[in-house]
């Protein structure tokens, strides 16, 4: 592929020409080796990803998302309409009300940056994000609460219609219009690439390799006016989880509530209060099925 290719791809996707940046995107997967390609994930695997040095991880990385310089994976966005709502958990000492962990209004949003030392799925050192999931279950297994361990469910819900950027979503190929299968099964490699990496379990100490997720999904993910990320969950297989940037988070988003409890041997949620405003109720057991 020539510069000509390059420069009429740049050109349609500054068009917005939906039927041409798809033309584009299959000509492009088919021009990839799907061998060549698997084995550039494999020596990436293989790599000492936690000691790398930035300059080379970010190699690497384009080493396989990249295909004469275009990045060779489909952009996915995630609609969200006003009104729908996201789930957010943290641990807590007691379920005593008012609770201590709760005293501020910051102490129901993001963590403010001198609390974040380290890399997340999707945050540098010192640099604060929502991370939110879409019912509390994943909320609950993504933050590794324990039975009768005290936790907050925070309930947030959008404004307004939201869009973010979707990172690893199903590929309707038929959609889009792609029909080489060559095409579909090198994006289906590069999709599964993603997946494993944002699926990866981080012990600690290792929190470096979140510099993996945080790197792809910044540079190769974002949005035309998207507000975050969605991406699969670790503990949660079958969901997604939500991470809302925060700029204009407080146009986007609203708290509606927060509920404090534990979490109870049969799998149901103990909530003892339920908080919204200054209304504080008692005694409330929450089914996963009942909705929130």
């Not at 000509?4 to 080796?33: C, H, M, P, V």
Request: glycine share 6%; charged share 25%; with cysteine.
């Amino acid at each position: 592929m020539d510069d000509r290719f390059f420069n009429q791809y740049i050109e349609a996707l500054k068009n917005g020409d939906i039927a041409l940046i798809n033309r584009f995107s299959e000509l492009l997967l088919s021009d990839i080796d799907p061998i060549e390609l698997v084995e550039k994930i494999k020596k990436f695997q293989s790599l000492d990803l936690v000691s790398l040095e930035d300059s080379k991880l970010k190699h690497e990385i384009e080493n396989i998302l990249v295909h004469n310089n275009i990045c060779s994976i489909m952009n996915s966005y995630s609609l969200f309409r006003s009104g729908t709502r996201f789930y957010r958990v943290r641990l807590l000492e007691n379920q005593t009300i008012p609770n201590e962990k709760l005293k501020n209004i910051s102490d129901f949003w993001n963590p403010p940056v001198e609390y974040i030392n380290k890399y997340g799925r999707l945050n540098k050192p010192h640099e604060s994000l929502l991370y939110t999931a879409f019912n509390p279950r994943t909320a609950i297994y993504e933050t590794h609460v324990s039975v009768n361990n005290p936790f907050v469910i925070f309930v947030y819900e959008t404004k307004r219609d939201v869009k973010v950027a979707w990172i690893g979503s199903p590929t309707n190929y038929r959609h889009h219009n792609i029909t080489n299968l060559k095409a579909i099964y090198v994006h289906e490699i590069l999709k599964n690439f993603l997946i494993s990496e944002f699926t990866r379990e981080v012990p600690q100490g290792q929190e470096q390799l979140y510099r993996i997720t945080e790197y792809i999904a910044k540079e190769y993910f974002v949005a035309p006016e998207g507000v975050g990320w969605r991406y699969p969950s670790i503990k949660d297989k079958s969901a997604d989880n939500i991470c809302f940037s925060l700029n204009n988070l407080n146009r986007n988003l609203n708290l509606v509530g927060a509920i404090i409890g534990a979490l109870c041997e049969d799998g149901t949620f103990g909530l003892e209060y339920v908080i919204k405003g200054s209304e504080v109720g008692k005694g409330i057991i929450y089914k996963d099925k009942d909705g929130l």
